[in-house]
């Protein structure tokens, strides 16, 4: 009996650890996703065609309210359960970059825009001259999934990866990824919208190529936001993220440069999710162990080999808002940088012997200040040898 008491609390234990990793915005969602679905499950509440994106209702009766309510309800169990662990790995790394007012402003300006392309597309397709399918401008569609296939296309542009592999079965080139996923799920599941989740991968795309970038305001406008006496209950949340507090790389921590194989976003990291919940005996946590961060971690910043991630969607993510002074040569890439950094500290190890790194108090406030332990900060620091990149690493692989 004494296995499965200790299975049974470290599953608890686990649970409760990757609850209290995911950021205070990401969790929100999640929350009200699942506060919604469950109020409906238990009211019996099926008018969907009332709050769903109804491309004929928005437009002959500006029922504006629809673009928000439809990414809130889900039609079933196995609906709001895939879309809300698909939507948690990719919200907390862009919530950790960009804090939590920032990430807010973005889903709903992803949000708008992939009606906005809903209504074009369905519109052209009903009516002369193509006139190809009527129905689409009476189609009801409601979920999170368009949002998510944004994210998938923005989290693409900046991970770099040259390829992604499809639920673990076979590699494809990262530029088809998101189309491919498409296709898969219509073949799956053919009751799913095909439009919602086309236009959730074009509006990632426009966002990527900065056709938004006159819609982004800058850093004084979510500064504002977050000095409001309205959000100091918000702000005062331990998981709350400030729009200054985000990465200092730049880049998405869980997607690191050296991996041009990475498992992609529905093989890899949802089954994560579920099995870092489940209790181990006899593993070790040293990152030597974990194929995805050989070594002590110092080759993850490398970017040889791979595509540079996008300079100016970096910039729109994480504004030139750091303290840090600015590098020389302001042309260099936010993964060039850090492995440039990263190179510089090998060489000091490798001229002046082993050292141990003096972990100074602003070093630990500023990634508790990301949302992670005060503990576990100290452990990754020391772990990284002071190194406050590679300690953001290995946080987050911890999380996943």
């Not at 401008?137 to 999170?144: L, M, P, R, V």
């Amino acid at each position: 009996m004494r296995p499965n008491i200790v299975s049974e609390a470290g599953l608890s234990t686990r649970v409760s650890q990757w609850w209290d990793g995911i950021p205070f915005f990401t969790s929100a969602v999640v929350i009200v996703c699942g506060t919604i679905y469950l109020f409906c499950l238990l009211t019996g509440y099926d008018l969907f065609d009332q709050i769903c994106f109804l491309p004929f209702a928005l437009v002959s009766r500006f029922q504006v309210y629809r673009i928000y309510t439809s990414i809130l309800f889900h039609g079933s169990l196995l609906h709001v359960v895939f879309n809300m662990l698909a939507l948690v790995p990719l919200g907390s790394e862009f919530e950790r970059i960009m804090g939590s007012i920032r990430i807010l402003y973005m889903i709903i300006l992803l949000a708008t825009s992939n009606a906005m392309f809903h209504l074009i597309l369905a519109f052209l397709a009903a009516h002369k001259p193509i006139h190809l399918f009527p129905y689409l401008t009476d189609e009801c569609s409601i979920g999170f999934s368009g949002i998510i296939f944004s994210l998938i296309v923005i989290e693409l542009s900046l991970s770099g990866a040259q390829s992604r592999s499809v639920f673990g079965l076979f590699n494809v080139p990262a530029k088809w990824y998101p189309l491919i996923l498409l296709v898969l799920f219509q073949l799956l599941m053919p009751n799913v919208s095909l439009l919602g989740h086309l236009c959730g991968i074009l509006s990632g795309f426009a966002y990527t190529y900065g056709l938004f970038n006159f819609l982004i305001p800058g850093t004084s406008f979510y500064s504002s936001i977050e000095s409001s006496s309205w959000l100091s209950t918000c702000i005062r949340r331990r998981k709350f993220i400030l729009c200054t507090g985000g990465n200092l790389s730049g880049c998405i921590p869980t997607h690191s440069g050296q991996n041009t194989n990475s498992s992609g976003l529905f093989a890899g990291t949802i089954w994560r999710n579920f099995s870092s919940w489940i209790p181990r005996r006899g593993t070790s946590s040293q990152p030597a162990q974990d194929s995805r961060f050989p070594g002590r971690g110092r080759t993850l910043g490398s970017t040889q080999g791979l595509v540079n991630p996008d300079i100016n969607l970096q910039a729109r993510l994480l504004d030139n808002s750091s303290p840090d002074p600015p590098l020389d040569t302001p042309s260099i890439g936010a993964g060039e940088r850090l492995s440039n950094g990263r190179q510089s500290a090998v060489d000091n190890v490798d001229t002046a012997g082993h050292q141990v790194s003096v972990v100074s108090n602003q070093e630990i406030q500023k990634l508790v200040s990301m949302g992670f332990e005060k503990t576990q900060v100290e452990v990754a620091l020391a772990a990284a040898d002071g190194d406050l990149n590679i300690a953001v690493e290995i946080l987050m692989s911890q999380q996943e």
